[in-house]
């Protein structure tokens, strides 16, 4: 409850709290302190600042107050002194004529009259109450605090509200309506029927002090409030309440007639209406917090109870893929069983060809040794004697090495050919069921299931039809589904002849990082590209049909990881008309003495990028500007003139890093021709790093980068520059 007795301009408890029309409080000091001067000339929207003020909340709509959205003068000027809840506090004013107020919480504002903050009537129920919390408090931290108890003496006795004069001391006070009674006033004022008869009496705080002073500490003195006061006549006390006003008045109001035509009903039956009304809603609000703290209960067992999901969802998870894994070395022992038989097959042959080639290659090479020595001897008729049979061996030893004699049986190739890419995107497509598919636990009784060969898969979520009529799901062409930088394009067809035709196709992406899908095609096309991916990203894809019975389940998915560097050119549809793009829109100049500015046809939003520009004509000393720029960056002045750009300007001597106008950190070193400035954007740190010939150029130049950036270049025509893509980011980066 302490929150709600603190003023929201100081923070602190309220203190001589009043009531404004928007029927928010706060402490007169601080009302002084946030009350500003309306301009000489205008003429303020006249909201009587008073209790009997006919506030109307549906005209105060209607008007335009004077705020800071709509007139341009607010109560919330510069100041230097601030209250500990953020809230600005002025100094006091000047009195003025023309003065208003502006409610710190709803921001509404009224005009003060001749009375000024006299007009606000001040709440004294709600500094009852402060008073109350804090004698309670108090009393609280007296009686934790003492060791020893003392009963209350009879001058600290709480006395009867409502007695006009002398004052006896209170007999009963009600709980409802906080009032405390005498014996006389109790029969009186507050009988025990009717609708009071449900009214809880019970002593005053003094009398239960007393009792139990036992039990430690004494009750701190409860002192009777003074009867309210009319505002307009400060003799008078409230008697009646003005149903149109909605605020209490006095009898001289009355006569004088303010009130003539308004409903004006006693004050007490009021006062007994609006406490009933509260009760009924605070029965209501009972109810809403009875159910809230039922529903912290059930989100506290929800705690344990995904913990304990959780620890039996991970060990089936890794008990299934441990099977995979267990499988595919079972598997990977019979490839290489097989691998082995054959290597042993082809090693033996090989063998067999190596003993039976030298075992011929022997006898061969003894035979010609033999004709050889033959040919030496000079006896003719010995020589004819064997020449006939040396002929014939020599003939039969050539038929021997046939055609293949010499070609090895087996080659060292292994005629065995894995495929591995259906299973690799079929471990790649591995993945749970999406959480608006199915439902948590029966997702995980179907991974329980999986393991013992009992589940079923459920090809379609909750308000999917199932009838035979709805399309089925599509099969993707992986042949065709392919990306590019940071494209993608994807083919699908559908193989099940249809009932009803197939009036388009929806397809999903998630969001390259294993989150939400989301719709980025809808229509009759069988191939889609999507642009404007993030690099070295990889996106899941599922697509799905729909026909006039409703849609059909999702095809399967498919994962597709787009380039790891950025190759892109720069963008003649953005580039300003003096700039002049070559060298199929790699190479830029310029036909103008003023700077222009042409940016890149790649985006980037996450991961790290490095570019760079070289220098092909440099004449007469300028200072071209390379980095980063928004879409939407002007492109007839220097980059980082303006707060959609972050540049480095550089000249043959010097470099400086600008954005928004502003020039920082200058740096010795310049360029000439032929002299390359790389540009190294890193959306993991947020940082823009500059290099030059391939050395970092002065300190990080900017941080704290969070957005869509596109690579940014502005020169006039004395410089032309090329740009080179797809480089890896440099190793040596200074902090």
């Known amino acids: 409850m302490e929150e709600e007795l603190k003023c929201p301009v100081c923070g602190s408890l309220f203190k001589d709290p009043i009531l404004l029309p928007c029927s928010h409080n706060v402490c007169l000091a601080c009302a002084r302190n946030i009350t500003v001067q309306t301009p000489e000339g205008e003429t303020p929207v006249q909201s009587r600042a008073s209790g009997s003020s006919d506030y109307d909340y549906l005209d105060m709509d209607k008007m335009s107050l004077y705020s800071e959205t709509d007139s341009g003068y607010g109560s919330y000027t510069p100041c230097q002194l601030k209250s500990p809840n953020g809230v600005r506090v002025f100094p006091p004013t000047i009195p003025h004529r023309h003065c208003s107020l502006t409610c710190p919480l709803c921001h509404r504002s009224v005009s003060l009259d001749e009375r000024g903050l006299r007009g606000f009537p001040r709440n004294r129920l709600l500094e009852a109450i402060v008073t109350r919390y804090q004698q309670n408090r108090s009393a609280t931290t007296t009686s934790s605090s003492s060791s020893t108890s003392s009963s209350s003496s009879s001058s600290n006795a709480v006395k009867c509200q409502l007695c006009d004069r002398n004052p006896v001391d209170a007999a009963v006070m009600c709980e409802q309506c906080d009032v405390f009674y005498c014996n006389a006033c109790q029969q009186r004022c507050h009988p ?73 009903k006693p004050l007490a039956v009021m006062w007994k209406q609006h406490k009933c009304q509260i009760s009924q809603a605070l029965n209501g609000v009972s109810d809403k917090a009875k159910d809230a703290k039922e529903f912290l209960v059930q989100l506290k067992n929800m705690l344990q109870q995904i913990q304990e999901n959780g620890v039996e969802f991970e060990a089936c998870l890794v008990a299934q893929c441990d099977s995979l894994i267990e499988a595919l070395t079972r598997q990977k022992a019979k490839l290489l069983t097989k691998v082995t038989k054959e290597k042993e097959y082809k090693l033996k042959v090989v063998r067999d060809q190596i003993t039976h080639c030298t075992m011929k290659l022997r006898q061969t090479t003894g035979m010609m040794e033999y004709c050889l020595e033959v040919l030496k001897e000079n006896d003719p008729s010995g020589f004819l004697q064997i020449s006939d049979a040396l002929i014939k061996r020599v003939t039969s030893s050539q038929d021997q090495w046939v055609k293949g004699a010499l070609e090895p ?109 989301r719709e980025v095609y809808v229509g009759k096309e069988t191939v889609c590209t999507v642009d404007g991916l993030h690099f070295n990203s990889s996106y899941n894809a599922r697509v799905k049909a729909y026909n006039a019975i409703g849609v059909g389940p999702y095809s399967k998915t498919v994962v597709l990881k787009t380039s790891d560097v950025a190759w892109f050119t720069f963008d003649p549809s953005s580039a300003h008309r003096d700039i002049v793009l070559s060298n199929e829109n790699q190479t830029v100049s310029c036909n103008s003495y003023d700077d222009r500015v042409v940016l890149g046809t790649a985006a980037f939003s996450k991961g790290v990028h490095y570019w760079e520009v070289s220098i092909d004509r440099y004449d007469n000393h300028p200072d071209p500007a390379f980095g980063i720029a928004r879409i939407n960056t002007m492109k007839d002045m220097m980059l980082g003139k303006d707060d959609k750009a972050w540049a480095m300007y550089v000249d043959n001597n010097r470099s400086w890093f600008m954005h928004n106008n502003s020039h920082t950190n200058r740096a ?68």
């Open 409 to 517: 049986k087996v080659g060292p190739e292994f005629d065995l050919t894995l495929n591995t890419d259906s299973l690799l995107q079929t471990i790649l497509q591995l993945d749970f069921c999406q959480g608006k598919d199915v439902q948590e636990n029966p997702l995980l009784k179907q991974m329980q299931a999986a393991g013992s060969g009992e589940a079923e898969m459920e090809t379609e979520g909750p308000g999917v039809e199932s009838g035979p009529s709805v399309p089925a799901a599509p099969l993707l062409q992986l042949e065709k589904c392919c990306t590019r930088n940071n494209s993608a394009t994807l083919a699908w067809r559908v193989t099940v002849p249809q009932g009803s035709p197939i009036e388009g196709y929806i397809l999903e992406l998630d969001d390259g990082n294993g989150g939400q899908y």
């Open 668 to 735: 010795e070193g310049g360029i000439t021709k032929g002299s390359t400035v790389g540009v190294l954007l890193d959306l993991t740190k947020h940082t823009l790093t500059f290099f030059i010939n391939k050395e970092q150029h002065g300190p990080t130049a900017f941080q704290n980068l969070d957005g869509v950036f596109m690579p940014a270049v502005s020169l006039n025509r004395n410089v032309q520059v090329t740009l080179v893509t797809g480089l890896e980011v440099p190793k040596n980066i200074k902090q």
């Open 192 to 264: 025990s029927r009717g609708p009071l008869a449900k009214h809880r009496l019970v002593p005053p705080p003094n009398q239960s002090a007393a009792g139990g002073a036992a039990g430690g500490g004494q009750a701190p003195p409860v002192t009777a409030r003074k009867p309210a006061t009319c505002v307009d006549h400060e003799a008078e006390n409230f008697s009646m309440y003005c149903c149109t006003c909605k605020a209490p008045v006095c009898m001289k109001c009355l006569e004088e007639g303010k009130h003539a035509k308004h409903d004006v």
